[in-house]
């Protein structure tokens, strides 16, 4: 099953994109799952936004929208990114657009993998996930 990347209203998509699936399927497998297919989809605030109120019901921007569709044992799903906000989370916690990119493709990949950031419990433990994975590929360039 494929991990595949897509891009909606802009240009943008990631660089090194077999190394970025390695990584995924690495993440996946350390969670006890196997790999589906994963949709990532690079887009901007306006569509997210379009989704976010259509299928959540939510008016406001949001970084990511993931749409889990995974089985027992089989991880799949669609992951929508809004460069848009990525750019402006870069600014806000002062971190490079690349670091922030392969956080919320992680981020998006751990709801798949059944994390929560509901509360603020969750969003600690979700925050020590990204930054587990994130060690892993702390040198790959997608911008």
């Keep these: 099953m494929p991990i595949i990347f897509s891009n909606h209203h802009i240009s943008y998509l990631p660089k090194n994109r ?5 990584w995924i399927v690495r993440i996946i497998e350390e969670a006890g799952f196997q790999q589906g297919e994963i949709s990532i989809v690079f887009t901007n605030d306006d569509y997210l936004l379009d989704l976010n109120k259509k299928y959540l019901n939510h008016d406001y921007f949001t970084d990511i929208l993931t749409f889990d569709y995974s089985g027992e044992c089989i991880l799949s799903g669609d992951i929508f990114i809004s460069y848009d ?9 002062n971190v490079s657009l690349n670091n922030e990119m392969k956080r ?3 981020h998006g990949i751990l709801h798949l993998c059944g994390y929560s950031d509901a509360d603020t419990m969750s969003k600690e433990r979700m925050r020590m996930k990204e930054d587990e994975g994130l060690t892993l590929v702390k040198d790959l360039l997608i911008i």
């Design 85 to 93: 906000r990525a750019v402006e989370n870069a600014k806000k916690y």
């Design 104 to 106: 919320l493709i992680i």
């Design 18 to 22: 077999s190394v970025i699936r390695e």
